[in-house]
Nanobody
Framework: QVQLVESGGGLVQAGGSLRLSCAAS????????MGWLRQAPGKEREFVAQ????????YYADSVKGRFTCSRDNAKNTVVLQMKNLKPDDTAIYYC??????????????WGQGTQVTVSS
């Protein structure tokens, strides 16, 4: 059974940092691109970041470029989203995802349950 489990969410003040982790199991994710998506209250789910299977290529939404960094450790089956200079608009549930159907979109085959990130002003 495929599992993606996120951790690291929480409450932080604007300008602060958080580090989200995703632990993957149930299939060989080392050959899959993986990503992060988010959904704010009352809004549609949106693309945040994506990383290639070997970590060599990353994509970011314009809204997070220069502030968020996505990395992975295939030996540990983990993906990390390092978030800096957080803004209240970053408040959302963040989802780890794997095996994109189309790069740079929300179309992934596997999803985690999500972790809440709240940024106070």
């Amino acid at each position: 059974q495929v599992q993606l489990v996120e951790s690291g969410g929480g409450l932080v003040q604007a300008g602060g940092s958080l580090r989200l982790s995703c632990a993957a199991s149930g299939r060989t994710f080392s050959s899959d691109a993986m990503g992060w998506l988010r959904q704010a209250p009352g809004k549609e789910r949106e693309f945040v970041a994506q990383i290639s299977w070997n970590g060599a290529i990353t994509y970011y939404a314009d809204s997070v470029k220069g502030r968020f960094t996505c990395s992975r450790d295939n030996a540990k089956n983990t993906v990390v989203l390092q978030m800096k200079n957080l803004k209240p608009d970053d408040t959302a549930i963040y989802y780890c995802a794997a095996h994109p159907r189309k790069s740079g979109t929300t179309e992934f085959d596997y999803w985690g349950q999500g972790t809440q990130v709240t940024v106070s002003s």
